[in-house]
């Protein structure tokens, strides 16, 4: 099959819609369960390229969460804590520890579970019965793996009365070196970007800090791999061999870095004893626990913050409030934390801003007539920052 005809495209209105191969080919791609849409498929193609270099470069089971051309986070299959399953609502899923691919993508859809939230997924490796369990319990809009065990397809064909989209892609599929798009009815040409991206791009470390520990070396791989398929600008922080802020589509780095760093700095609220210690109702499900959680860990400094109605809707008591210094006092702990950047930081504001969520390590292409500005940023903190000189816009 060469061409497959969609519902519509981005939105409604705009029809006829369809992917297909320009030279005749079939599709390197099935359809196994349901009818994925045009952003479904741009999500699909997009994820499934990162997920697969996240597996060569690290040599894991790696999976991520898409939404709207974007990850909200990408992870490999590491073990968890059991406060980091408890944060991701997975610390009730049997034979979680024996699966990386589930771990992976425990991790992924628990980073960020507000944008997460619909997701699109891509898994690197065939998709087990485990993994499964925990996308069929999820809002999800599809999935897209190299396979399916018989077990996990038929957990997936039942999902959403059977119209979830499971597609299959051809693991040993390879695009053409050049790619094309139409804006306005012009047609745009360019190179794929084949940029290998491996611990080559960590030699060129510039602070007076050149230890670049192993991890941080994987995180910061992570962190560069995701950005190569977020759309610019973008900054990402890893820690722990996942993505757990992704800050993107901004047009300038400094509001990449707050939103990426606001994200990260829920992530490592959510694992705090006051969070996990919520006294949810039983029979609360998990998006309602996700807005509350939201709304307890909000800017506000007083405990009227659930004085709506939310709290005693779904919990059974009234919890103690998590003050704006309670919450800058544990964060105040955070270290180890990776930063990536898609281009290099104009500023040394960026660096300002992500040592308060923890950042001990950064990657940048570097190129900035303020590059002394940066490095002395990191200096003053401790940090050791390598320049890749690689560009990863994604657009």
Known sequence: MNRLELKYGCNPNQKPAEIYMADGSDLPLQVLNGRPGYINFLD?????????ELREAT??????????VSPTSAALGLPMSEALKKACFVDDIEGLDDSPLALAYARARGAD????????????DTCDATTAQIIKREV???????????????ILKAKRRGTYAVVALDPNYVPKE??????FGITFLQGRNN???????????VTENKV????????LLVALITLKYTQSNSVCFAVDGQAIGVGAGQQSRIHCTRLAAQKADLWHLRQSPRVLDLPFRPDIGRADRDNTIDLYLSDEDSGDVLDDGNWQRFLTTRPQPFTRAEKREYLAGITGVSLGSDAFF???????RAHRSGVSYVVEPGGSVRDDNVIDTCNKYGMAMAFNGVRLFHH
């Open 44 to 52: 699909a193609l997009n994820s499934a390229q990162l997920v697969k």
């Open 59 to 68: 040599g894991r089971p790696a999976a991520a969460s898409f939404k709207h």
């Open 113 to 124: 579970r507000m944008c997460s939230f619909g997701d699109f997924i891509a898994l690197s």
């Open 140 to 154: 999800s809009d599809g999935v897209i793996a190299p396979g399916y065990t018989p077990e996990a397809l038929e």
């Open 178 to 183: 050049d790619e094309r798009k139409e804006v």
């Open 195 to 205: 940029v290998v991206i491996d611990k080559t791009l960590l030699d060129n470390v």
């Open 212 to 219: 670049i520990p192993t991890n941080a070396q994987r995180d």
């Open 346 to 352: 104009p500023f040394g504001d960026s660096i300002e």
